[in-house]
Protein backbone atom coordinates (compact mmCIF):
# COMPACT_ATOMS: atom_id res chain seq x y z
CA UNK A 1 0.00 0.00 0.00
CA UNK A 2 2.29 2.93 0.97
CA UNK A 3 4.40 1.70 -1.95
CA UNK A 4 1.65 3.10 -4.60
CA UNK A 5 1.70 6.86 -2.12
CA UNK A 6 4.65 8.34 -4.32
CA UNK A 7 2.98 7.60 -7.81
CA UNK A 8 -0.35 8.91 -6.38
CA UNK A 9 1.26 12.48 -5.65
CA UNK A 10 2.49 15.38 -7.82
CA UNK A 11 6.03 15.92 -7.40
CA UNK A 12 7.06 19.22 -7.03
CA UNK A 13 8.73 19.91 -10.58
CA UNK A 14 5.70 17.82 -12.14
CA UNK A 15 4.79 19.86 -15.55
CA UNK A 16 1.66 20.86 -15.96
CA UNK A 17 0.96 18.02 -18.74
CA UNK A 18 1.96 15.44 -15.68
CA UNK A 19 -0.13 16.97 -13.37
CA UNK A 20 -3.03 16.96 -15.58
CA UNK A 21 -2.49 13.54 -16.43
CA UNK A 22 -2.13 12.67 -12.36
CA UNK A 23 -5.61 14.36 -11.56
CA UNK A 24 -7.07 12.89 -15.02
CA UNK A 25 -6.50 9.60 -13.71
CA UNK A 26 -8.01 10.44 -10.30
CA UNK A 27 -11.54 11.83 -12.32
CA UNK A 28 -10.35 15.00 -10.88
CA UNK A 29 -10.49 18.06 -14.07
CA UNK A 30 -8.00 20.80 -14.76
CA UNK A 31 -10.18 23.37 -12.58
CA UNK A 32 -9.80 20.84 -9.83
CA UNK A 33 -5.99 20.32 -10.31
CA UNK A 34 -5.57 24.45 -9.69
CA UNK A 35 -8.53 24.78 -7.00
CA UNK A 36 -6.78 21.57 -4.93
CA UNK A 37 -3.37 23.35 -5.83
CA UNK A 38 -4.40 26.10 -3.50
CA UNK A 39 -4.02 24.30 -0.63
CA UNK A 40 -0.38 25.44 -1.02
CA UNK A 41 -1.86 28.83 0.86
CA UNK A 42 -0.16 27.03 3.66
CA UNK A 43 2.58 24.62 4.62
CA UNK A 44 6.21 24.49 3.86
CA UNK A 45 8.61 22.60 1.87
CA UNK A 46 12.10 21.52 2.33
CA UNK A 47 14.42 22.99 0.22
CA UNK A 48 15.61 19.71 -1.57
CA UNK A 49 11.46 20.12 -2.95
CA UNK A 50 13.06 23.25 -5.23
CA UNK A 51 16.90 23.72 -4.52
CA UNK A 52 17.21 22.68 -8.77
CA UNK A 53 14.88 25.84 -8.88
CA UNK A 54 17.73 28.45 -7.51
CA UNK A 55 20.78 27.26 -9.12
CA UNK A 56 20.22 24.67 -11.58
CA UNK A 57 17.23 25.36 -13.27
CA UNK A 58 16.57 22.06 -15.99
CA UNK A 59 20.06 21.67 -16.37
CA UNK A 60 20.91 25.10 -17.12
CA UNK A 61 23.38 26.10 -14.16
CA UNK A 62 21.09 28.88 -14.03
CA UNK A 63 17.90 29.78 -11.81
CA UNK A 64 14.69 29.23 -12.93
CA UNK A 65 13.89 33.21 -14.77
CA UNK A 66 10.03 32.57 -13.35
CA UNK A 67 11.53 32.99 -10.02
CA UNK A 68 10.78 36.71 -9.19
CA UNK A 69 15.12 37.77 -8.03
CA UNK A 70 14.30 38.80 -4.39
CA UNK A 71 12.22 35.64 -3.73
CA UNK A 72 15.66 33.95 -5.19
CA UNK A 73 17.74 35.86 -3.00
CA UNK A 74 15.56 34.66 -0.15
CA UNK A 75 15.49 31.45 -0.65
CA UNK A 76 19.33 31.03 -1.64
CA UNK A 77 19.93 32.91 2.17
CA UNK A 78 18.55 29.86 3.30
CA UNK A 79 18.73 27.04 1.00
CA UNK A 80 22.81 26.73 0.00
CA UNK A 81 23.60 24.53 -3.62
CA UNK A 82 25.41 22.29 -1.42
CA UNK A 83 25.67 21.40 2.64
CA UNK A 84 23.41 23.30 4.84
CA UNK A 85 20.66 22.32 7.10
CA UNK A 86 17.90 19.38 5.69
CA UNK A 87 15.47 20.29 8.17
CA UNK A 88 15.36 24.36 6.72
CA UNK A 89 12.16 24.87 5.04
CA UNK A 90 9.96 27.60 3.04
CA UNK A 91 6.76 28.46 3.13
CA UNK A 92 4.28 27.57 0.09
CA UNK A 93 2.57 31.22 0.47
CA UNK A 94 5.41 33.42 1.40
CA UNK A 95 2.74 36.36 2.03
CA UNK A 96 0.59 34.94 4.19
CA UNK A 97 2.31 31.41 5.30
CA UNK A 98 -0.29 31.38 8.32
CA UNK A 99 -3.66 31.67 6.49
CA UNK A 100 -5.94 29.76 4.24
CA UNK A 101 -6.51 32.13 2.32
CA UNK A 102 -6.23 32.97 -2.09
CA UNK A 103 -2.94 35.08 -1.56
CA UNK A 104 -0.87 31.27 -2.98
CA UNK A 105 -2.40 32.55 -6.68
CA UNK A 106 -1.39 36.61 -6.35
CA UNK A 107 2.45 34.67 -5.29
CA UNK A 108 1.96 32.65 -8.70
CA UNK A 109 0.95 35.92 -10.67
CA UNK A 110 3.88 37.64 -8.99
CA UNK A 111 6.96 34.60 -9.89
CA UNK A 112 6.70 33.75 -6.07
CA UNK A 113 5.54 30.39 -6.80
CA UNK A 114 8.28 28.25 -4.08
CA UNK A 115 7.74 24.92 -6.30
CA UNK A 116 8.28 24.83 -9.79
CA UNK A 117 4.93 22.81 -10.19
CA UNK A 118 2.78 26.04 -8.86
CA UNK A 119 4.44 28.66 -10.67
CA UNK A 120 3.75 26.24 -13.76
CA UNK A 121 0.54 26.86 -13.18
CA UNK A 122 0.55 30.67 -14.03
CA UNK A 123 3.06 30.23 -16.75
CA UNK A 124 0.61 27.79 -18.91
CA UNK A 125 -2.03 29.12 -21.07
CA UNK A 126 -4.40 26.11 -19.64
CA UNK A 127 -4.61 27.09 -16.09
CA UNK A 128 -2.89 30.80 -15.97
CA UNK A 129 -6.67 32.32 -16.66
CA UNK A 130 -7.85 30.37 -13.43
CA UNK A 131 -5.37 31.19 -11.36
CA UNK A 132 -5.91 35.48 -12.23
CA UNK A 133 -9.57 34.51 -11.29
CA UNK A 134 -8.77 32.58 -8.06
CA UNK A 135 -6.10 35.50 -7.04
CA UNK A 136 -8.90 37.95 -7.27
CA UNK A 137 -11.58 36.43 -5.74
CA UNK A 138 -11.29 34.54 -2.34
CA UNK A 139 -14.75 33.48 -1.79
CA UNK A 140 -14.60 32.30 -5.23
CA UNK A 141 -11.71 30.16 -3.94
CA UNK A 142 -13.53 28.89 -0.58
CA UNK A 143 -16.00 27.75 -2.32
CA UNK A 144 -14.46 26.11 -5.50
CA UNK A 145 -12.11 24.77 -2.58
CA UNK A 146 -14.48 23.11 -0.95
CA UNK A 147 -16.23 21.30 -3.55
CA UNK A 148 -12.78 20.20 -4.83
CA UNK A 149 -12.03 18.77 -1.44
CA UNK A 150 -15.47 16.89 -1.15
CA UNK A 151 -14.64 15.41 -5.14
CA UNK A 152 -11.12 14.28 -4.05
CA UNK A 153 -12.60 12.52 -0.77
CA UNK A 154 -14.41 10.64 -2.50
CA UNK A 155 -11.32 8.95 -4.78
CA UNK A 156 -11.05 5.36 -4.20
CA UNK A 157 -14.14 5.43 -1.84
CA UNK A 158 -15.35 1.60 -1.44
CA UNK A 159 -18.79 0.86 -1.54
CA UNK A 160 -21.55 -1.52 -1.74
CA UNK A 161 -21.39 -5.10 -0.40
CA UNK A 162 -19.32 -6.18 -3.27
CA UNK A 163 -16.58 -3.59 -2.50
CA UNK A 164 -16.44 -2.25 1.21
CA UNK A 165 -18.46 -2.92 4.60
CA UNK A 166 -19.77 -0.75 6.79
CA UNK A 167 -18.27 -0.99 10.38
CA UNK A 168 -19.92 0.24 13.77
CA UNK A 169 -16.21 0.17 15.11
CA UNK A 170 -13.63 1.01 12.56
CA UNK A 171 -10.93 -0.52 14.27
CA UNK A 172 -12.75 -4.24 14.17
CA UNK A 173 -12.75 -6.24 10.96
CA UNK A 174 -16.20 -7.52 10.04
CA UNK A 175 -15.51 -11.69 9.58
Known amino acids: MASRVQSNLPRSNSTVDELIKLFQSKGLTLEDL ?3 SGAHTIGFAHCKHFVS ?6 GTKQPDPSVDPRLLKALKMSCPNYGGNTDIVAPFDVTTPFSFDNAY ?3 LEAKM ?5 DQALFLDPRTSGLVQT ?3 DKQKFFQAFALAMEKMGSIGVKRGRRHGEKRKDCSVHMG
Open 113 to 117: GLLAS
Open 34 to 36: VIL
Open 134 to 136: MAK
Open 53 to 58: RLYDYK
Open 105 to 107: YGN
